[in-house]
Antibody, heavy 119, light 113 residues
Framework: QVKLLQSGAELKKPEASVRLSCKAS????????LHWVRQAPGQGFEWMGI????????SYAQKFQGRVTMTRDTSTSTVYMELSSLRSDDTGFYYC????????????WGQGSLVTVSS | DIVMTQSPASLAVSLGERATLNCTSS????????????LAWYQQKARQPPTLLMY???TRESGVPDRFSGSGSGTDFTLTISSLQAEDVAVYYC?????????FGQGTRLEIK
């Protein structure tokens, strides 16, 4: 079965960091790019960045430059997204989503990981 | 960044009736070299991740019922559900993937009247 399985919910304090995972299965891991997108409570989607599992090159939205790092582990078909210096407005669902090339729609999404930032 | 604006914010339609959802981009998302609009539509049901409905503005994703159709070009796009079914209750989002950062509309919430 083709799917993206994300890690569980996280509760973090302000200024902490969070590392989320997204494990791919049922398809060739290096054949698709993976995006990270977040959704604040009751809001729309915000694109955070993209990683190419074939080589590991990542590109980030300007808003998150310096705070986000995306990596991959080809041995486990998993991508990771680490966000640092967390603030309360980072609270929301974080999704990984795949695309065949960067300039294509997202044809498969993970189930989402809820990150709550609260003191 | 390209700003995506959806209208209406919410819509109530009777079962079996047509639903029309609109999406406007602040810049054209039509790539002239291949005449493709870099525009997608997603459906998000309650407490679920989004699923892809349409890409290239008018190409239906595999498995999507043919009551869903997409149209438009350049900056103005429409998602039409020809005969609303109960399972279509969801929030619908448009997305441009023409340029980075990829951006989404704020969504249209579709309900049964």
């Amino acid at each position: 079965q083709v799917k993206l399985l994300q890690s569980g919910a996280e509760l973090k304090k302000p200024e902490a960091s969070v590392r989320l995972s997204c494990k791919a299965s049922g398809y060739t891991f290096t054949g698709y790019y993976l995006h990270w997108v977040r959704q604040a409570p009751g809001q729309g989607f915000e694109w955070m960045g993209i990683i190419n599992p074939n080589g590991g090159r990542a590109s980030y939205a300007q808003k998150f430059q310096g705070r986000v790092t995306m990596t991959r582990d080809t041995s486990t078909s998993t991508v990771y997204m680490e966000l640092s210096s967390l603030r309360s407005d980072d609270t929301g669902f974080y999704y990984c989503a795949r695309a065949r090339v960067p300039e294509m729609a997202f044809d498969l999404w993970g189930q989402g990981s809820l990150v709550t930032v609260s003191s | 960044d390209i700003v995506m604006t959806q209208s209406p914010a919410s819509l109530a339609v009777s079962l079996g009736e047509r639903a029309t959802l609109n999406c406007t981009s602040s810049e054209s998302v039509l790539y002239s070299s291949n005449n493709r609009n870099f525009l997608a539509w997603y459906q998000q049901k309650a407490r679920q991740p989004p699923t892809l409905l349409m890409y290239w503005a008018s190409t239906r994703e595999s498995g999507v019922p043919d009551r869903f159709s997409g149209s438009g070009s350049g900056t103005d796009f429409t998602l039409t559900i020809s005969s609303l079914q109960a399972e279509d209750v969801a929030v619908y989002y448009c997305q441009q993937y023409y340029s980075t950062p990829q951006t989404f509309g704020q969504g249209t919430r579709l309900e049964i009247k």
